[in-house]
Each structure stands twice: as C-alpha cells, then as structure tokens.
C-alpha cells in the first residue's frame, strides 16, 4: 500500500511541474503573457550558463534572446518527453556551443562587474589573504585570470564547469542537456577541474 | 573520478567568484521586455521570417545547416564531394548510352560538316513533286511545313 502511494507520488507531476506545463500549453496557443512568465522563470539561468560560457555580455544577451526567440517559434515541437527547463537549456547549449565554433578565432572578453557580496565571501577573503602568494591580487585580477583559464578549456568542458561548480547542477541534469552519459559528465569534470588546477596554481597555493 | 591525490577544493572555491559576477542593474527586465518584443513580432508576421518557420518545420534542415555554417572548411569539402557527385554520374550516364549514337555529348550534337559527310556517302536522287500544298484558310490550321514536302531527297534512290 505504501509502495503504491509513493509511486503515485512519484508519477504525480509535482505543482511546480505542473504549473510550468500549463504556461507551456498557453504559450503554445500564443499567450505572450504566459510565455513572458516562462521566460523570467529562466532567463537568469539561461543568461549566466550563456555568460560564463561566452565571458562576454554582449553575446550572452544576444544568444540568450535568440535562444528564447528559437523556442517561442519551435514551441509546437515540444513534445513535452523533458520538463520545458531541460529542452531550453539544451537549445542554449547548442546554440552557445555553435556559436563558440564559429568565433573560434575571436576571444574578447566582455566582463561583468562582481556584487558586493564578492568582497564578503568568506571563501574568496580567504583566498586573497591567505593562500594566494600575490596578497595584493584584488578580485577583480583573479577574475580575469579565472576567465582566462575557463577560456582555454574545450567548450564541452567549459560546459560542465559552468553547469556543475558553477551553477550547482546535478551529474544527471548534466547529461540529459548535452545529451550524453553521467560518465562522460563525471569524467568531463575531472580532467576540466584538473586542467583548470594546472593553470590556475598560482592562484591556489 | 577524483583521486586521492587531486583535490580540488580550493579551485571550486575560487570558481564561487563567477557567481558573484552580475549585469547591470535592471538587465533582467529590460532582457524580458526585449525578447516579449521580438516574440510578438515573430508572432505578428510569421511570414516574414522564413528562417523561424524552416527552423520549426525542418529542424533537421537547421541543425545540418548550423553544423555546417560552424566548419567552414567541411562545408566547402560537402559541396565540392556533391560537384563531384554530380559531373561523375554525368560521365556515368554518358558511357552506358549505345556507343552508335555518338558517346559524348558533344560528339550527339551534329555537326553541319558530319552530316554532308554521312549524306554523301549514299546515292542520292532528286524527286520532284507538281502537288501544290493547298493555302491554309487561316493562320492556325497552318500544318507545320515539314508535313508536307512539295520536293525532296531521296537517298535510297527508289
């Protein structure tokens, strides 16, 4: 009886799930407002994944209109088999991914100011003050060497980075947006972490 | 995946510094305001953006576009392998046409000069006709002039 009452649970759409579905069922209908909804939903996400990905806000605010755009017109294909948040990650993915191919010779860096927050966290403080041999790097170097370095990573790598210890994303989630096994995830983040480690040494010590 | 040797504390420590970096001050509406913008426009005209429309209609066609449009160079080399494709199935339908009908294309144009050479070849013998071709009664039951020959040729000599 329990067995079955958890699996219940488990096939119910959860209210959020639910709630998401119904804008998607509006906006494929053409409500704006409803699409407008799903957009502020996720357009923090969507923007930050595209920012570190890119290291420029230029082209991160012009992908990530262009990706909600892409979705608005494809919306009728959506066939519902992943939650709206899954398939529009991935039409950012390919898109960011694509686009990174195509301007493959440029690497301008166009970079956000950090929060005020940044000179707060505790973990940050302690990396400037105490093991970074250079005590006077200000953030804001260590920002750019940070970039730099995320810079030099294959873009699938830069990609789980950015996901994973940036933006906390589970293994699983990972693999279902690039389309690929939790292994290749798993591994992709090692050998990144550890490229990463390699060029940031100075940093970390 | 991570050994006992790698650790990498410290380096996701440093990598909460991305975290911090934010867009100005009321990126966020203005982004929404943008793209609610465009999506109406999209909406509007649905005929004037073809590419939104091939996008949703044919997103194969796309994503083989896009994957082609990011590598130059084996886009270049998929359209010089379809040239080839199609001069080598040009050659192919020439060679299996029967050899007596002229083999190459330029060879199956006549030649002015290659057919007096044919003709002459064979006795030729001039017959003449007094038959008159009655006039047309208008200009569209005119029957094309090769139907009725007042004189001609003939080459077996009969």
Redesign the interface.
């Given at each position: 009886m329990a067995t079955e009452a958890q699996e219940a649970k488990t096939r119910a759409p959860s209210p959020e799930a639910a709630a998401e579905r119904k804008l998607v069922e509006q906006a494929r209908r053409?409500d704006?407002d409803a699409?407008?909804q799903l957009?502020?939903r996720y357009?923090?996400r969507i923007?930050s994944t595209i920012?570190?990905m890119t290291a420029n806000?230029e082209d991160a605010?012009d992908l990530?209109?262009e990706t909600?755009?892409?979705a608005?017109?494809?919306l009728?294909?959506f066939k519902g088999g992943s939650s709206f948040y899954t398939w529009i990650y991935r039409i950012a993915v390919?898109k960011t991914i694509?686009f990174l191919?195509?301007r493959s010779h440029r690497q301008g860096m166009s970079?956000?100011?950090?929060?005020c927050?940044?000179e707060n966290?505790p973990?940050?403080v302690?990396?400037i003050s105490h093991?970074t041999p250079r005590r006077d790097a200000a953030?804001a170097e260590?920002?750019k060497k940070?970039n730099e370095a995320m810079a030099k990573l294959s873009h699938e790598h830069r990609m789980v980075?950015t996901l994973h210890?940036?933006q906390g994303m589970p293994h699983e989630e990972i693999a279902h947006i690039m389309d690929c096994n939790i292994g290749t995830v798993?591994?992709r983040?090692?050998y990144a972490?550890?490229q990463?480690?390699g060029l940031?040494s100075d940093?970390?010590k | 995946m991570e050994t006992p040797g790698e650790n990498f504390d410290s380096l996701q420590r440093l990598l909460k510094l991305k975290r911090h970096e934010v867009p100005p001050p009321g990126y966020f509406d203005r982004l929404a305001r943008d793209i609610r913008a465009r999506a109406r426009a999209t909406q509007a005209q649905p005929g004037l953006d073809p590419l939104i429309r091939l996008k949703t209609e044919a997103p194969w066609l796309m994503r083989v576009w896009e994957s082609l449009a990011a590598r130059p160079a084996f886009a270049g080399f998929v359209g010089a392998s379809a040239c080839a494709a199609v001069i080598a199935m040009m050659a192919l339908s020439e060679k299996s046409t029967p050899s007596g009908s002229g083999g190459t294309l330029a060879e199956t144009l006549v030649s002015p000069a290659g057919l007096i050479a044919a003709e002459s070849s064979r006795p030729l013998r001039l017959t003449v006709s007094n038959e008159v071709a009655p006039p047309p009664k208008n200009l569209f039951e005119m029957t094309p002039s090769g139907q009725t020959l007042p004189a001609g040729f003939n080459p077996a000599g009969h």
């Open positions: 053409g704006l699409y407008d957009v502020r357009q923090e923007y920012y570190h806000h605010n990530v209109q909600f755009i892409k608005f017109a494809a009728k294909s390919n694509n191919k195509q970079l956000n100011d950090l929060d927050n940044a966290d973990d940050l302690a990396l093991q953030l260590l920002q940070l980075v210890d940036i798993r591994s983040l090692f972490r550890q990463l480690q940031l940093y970390l | -």
